[in-house]
């Protein structure tokens, strides 16, 4: 079963407006990863938070990550038409190398 | 730099027939992933490398699947006897080092179609 559960499933939304996107998983972690995905093929990384670590910033980006609610967020400011993707959390599980993905949120941004 | 490049974009092969996909990670990469995503399962984590050796191939579906490193740089991964549920976007990722503090950072991916 998948590690991260991604909320909402799907978010459409204004140009400009701020688009905030939340993940929740369920075993200890040593770090929380968010992909873009376009189209269904590579996946970009976006940004990563280490499990001591509460909030980064990445240029309009902004995570959150609150280990004693296993839960992370993301939040896209000042959102364009080109952020239109879907987006992934990606759990780094503490005692595993792998990746555990959530489903993703489909992001649509409106002109 | 480069980016992790994967080959063929595209495969489209007729059930029963064997596959081989190709990973080159970023230069330095000691570590390298293979997943697949597809419409009912989502992203799956297949096998890891560290180097030339696979220390985690947990999430291989079946014996049919097989995958080498070599070099410790390009990556192989092999389907026998393809099957029609094996159909899915193949993403190959390295990184620096452990998963614990290093990104992973993403292939476009190879699309397989089994026919």
């Known amino acids: 079963s998948q590690q991260g559960e991604e909320d909402p499933q799907a978010l459409s939304i204004q140009e400009g407006e701020n688009a905030t996107m939340n993940c929740s998983y369920k075993t200890s972690i040593n770090n929380l990863q968010w992909y873009r995905q376009n189209s269904g093929r590579g996946l970009v990384h976006l940004i990563l938070?280490?499990?001591?670590?509460r909030e980064k910033h990445s240029g309009r980006l902004r995570v959150t990550l609150d280990t004693s609610k296993k839960s992370s967020s993301l939040l896209i400011t000042a959102s364009r038409a080109a952020d239109t993707a879907s987006y992934f959390c990606?759990?780094?599980?503490?005692?595993?190398?792998?990746?555990?993905f959530g489903q993703g949120t489909r992001l649509t941004i409106n002109p | 730099g480069a980016g992790v490049s994967q080959s063929p974009s595209n495969k489209v092969t007729e059930k029963g027939k064997d596959v081989e996909l190709r990973c080159d990670p970023i230069?330095?990469?000691?570590?390298l992933y293979w997943y697949r995503q597809s419409l009912g399962q989502g992203l799956e984590f297949l096998i890891y490398f560290q180097g030339n050796s696979a220390p985690d191939k947990s999430g291989l579906p079946s014996d049919r699947f097989s995958a080498e490193r070599t070099g410790g740089s390009v990556s192989t991964l092999t389907i026998q006897r393809t099957q029609q549920e094996d159909s899915a976007v193949y993403l190959c990722?390295?990184?620096?080092?452990?998963?614990?503090?290093?990104?992973?950072?993403f292939g476009p991916g190879t699309r397989l179609t089994v026919t």
């Open positions: 230069s330095g990469h000691t570590a």
């Open positions: 938070i280490r499990s001591n670590e």
């Open positions: 990606a759990t780094g599980i503490q005692g595993a190398q792998k990746l555990v």
């Open positions: 990722a390295s990184s620096l080092g452990s998963t614990g503090f290093y990104e992973q950072y």
